[in-house]
T-cell receptor
Framework: GNSVTQMEGPVTLSEEAFLTINCTYTATGYPSLFWYVQYPGEGLQLLLKATKADDKGSNKGFEATYRKETTSFHLEKGSVQVSDSAVYFC???????????????FGQGTILTVHP | NAGVTQTPKFRVLKTGQSMTLLCAQDMNHEYMYWYRQDPGMGLRLIHYSVGEGTTAKGEVPDGYNVSRLKKQNFLLGLESAAPSQTSVYFCAARDSNQPQHFGDGTRLSIL
């Protein structure tokens, strides 16, 4: 089956620190990979995505590279801000074909808190 | 998240009561999904729909029913609420080859 494992949280950083949130996956088939962010009291928003090996997704200073050889999709940001405080979810979607119907498999989420 | 609207935003139920959560989308998307979010477990898929009049079971369907009578609405029903169904429920919608758009969630407490 499909599964996503994220690094344990919560993660607490000072403003301008470097961020890494690890994500590894197992999948039947060739997945697309996603990072979603959930700000307090809100739903999930797509942060970035990558659809094939070696692709780099990027948005708002965040980056993640699809590493097929290590089955990983780690999220990084060079300098975090207080406004980045949120819950981050790694997710995968197996390509259409069969009965996947675009279903997402999520990791457990990582809580990030950034202090001034 | 203007495209996907969930109602209500909060609800407290007693064990055994029934209720329906409404998800409405104005994007004309074919696919809709209901998830539950629990601490340390991420989001788990309850049921989903690939088009008007269709529904299918997800990862954790027991105790829930769904209906998609109109393309824009996806209803999630709890026939007899149990404390284990205390959770935050999220609806999502998407079109082909597009990412899912999520609503803001419904926080449900079962006493």
């Amino acid at each position: 089956g499909n599964s996503v494992t994220q690094m344990e949280g919560p993660v607490t950083l000072s403003e301008e620190a470097f961020l890494t949130i690890n994500c590894t996956y197992t999948a039947t088939g060739y997945p697309s990979l996603f990072w979603y962010v959930q700000y307090p009291g809100e739903g999930l928003q797509l942060l970035l995505k990558a659809t094939k090996a070696d692709d780099k997704g990027s948005n708002k200073g965040f980056e993640a590279t699809y590493r097929k050889e290590t089955t990983s999709f780690h999220l990084e940001k060079g300098s975090v801000q207080v406004s980045d405080s949120a819950v981050y979810f790694c997710a995968l979607k197996v390509r259409a074909g069969g009965t996947s119907y675009g279903k997402l498999t999520f990791g457990q989420g990582t809580i990030l808190t950034v202090h001034p | 998240n203007a495209g996907v609207t969930q109602t209500p935003k909060f609800r407290v139920l007693k064990t055994g009561q029934s209720m329906t959560l409404l998800c409405a989308q104005d994007m004309n998307h074919e696919y809709m999904y209901w998830y539950r979010q629990d601490p340390g477990m991420g989001l788990r898929l309850i049921h989903y729909s690939v088009g008007e009049g269709t529904t299918a079971k997800g990862e954790v369907p027991d105790g829930y029913n769904v209906s998609r009578l109109k393309k824009q609405n996806f209803l999630l029903g709890l026939e007899s609420a149990a404390p284990s169904q205390t959770s935050v429920y999220f609806c999502a919608a998407r079109d082909s080859n597009q990412p899912q758009h999520f609503g803001d969630g419904t926080r449900l407490s079962i006493l």
